[in-house]
């Protein structure tokens, strides 16, 4: 990696990182790019002690994450697994009386954890559902973006126990 790297300003580890025993023989080296949204595989504090910069790729997945997390908060919700599971077996009708297939997730309170990127863009979904959306996260990255979004910073506990159970 030294040799491949000795000339280098910048570096874009592919699902690596760059060890600071490594860094610390890369004079030139500036920047570490990653490809991921986080930051887990990295020693940024090494690496900004040594002068180089850490930059992440934050955000770029936020939009099929939230759509992600949306489909599954339905598909529980629904019981879809359930009803599918039952059609598969050929007894799409089984059930259905107890499957809570008409409960709506309209007007329900959605408690999300985290509102970075992709808790927003989650919380951006959820506005078309008429929920009410309560977050928590401790830091405030972007100040004014919850009320902008409806959304309501509340204490994790609070959260928790206001938030859809069934």
């Known amino acids: 990696m030294i040799e491949a790297l000795k000339d280098a300003d910048a570096a874009i580890p592919w699902l690596a990182s760059i060890p600071l025993d490594v860094a610390e023989q890369l004079p030139k080296l500036k920047l ?58 050929g007894n799409w009708r089984d059930g259905v009386d107890q499957l809570p297939v008409r409960t709506e997730i309209n007007g329900k309170t959605v408690g999300i954890i985290g509102f970075g990127n992709i808790g927003r863009q989650v919380s951006r979904r959820l506005s078309g559902f008429d929920c009410e959306v309560l977050y928590h996260d401790p830091v405030e990255l972007m100040p004014g973006r919850d009320k902008e979004l409806g959304a309501q910073a509340v204490e994790l506990d609070h959260l928790l126990s206001c938030s859809v159970t069934s």
């Open 32 to 89: 570490v790019q990653l490809l991921a949204a986080g930051y887990d595989s990295v020693n940024v504090i090494g690496l900004g002690k040594l002068g180089i910069s850490v930059a992440n790729n934050g955000g770029s997945n936020a939009i099929s994450v939230s759509e992600h997390a949306m489909s599954l908060m339905l598909s529980v919700y629904r019981r879809m697994m359930e009803a599918w599971s039952n059609t598969i077996d």
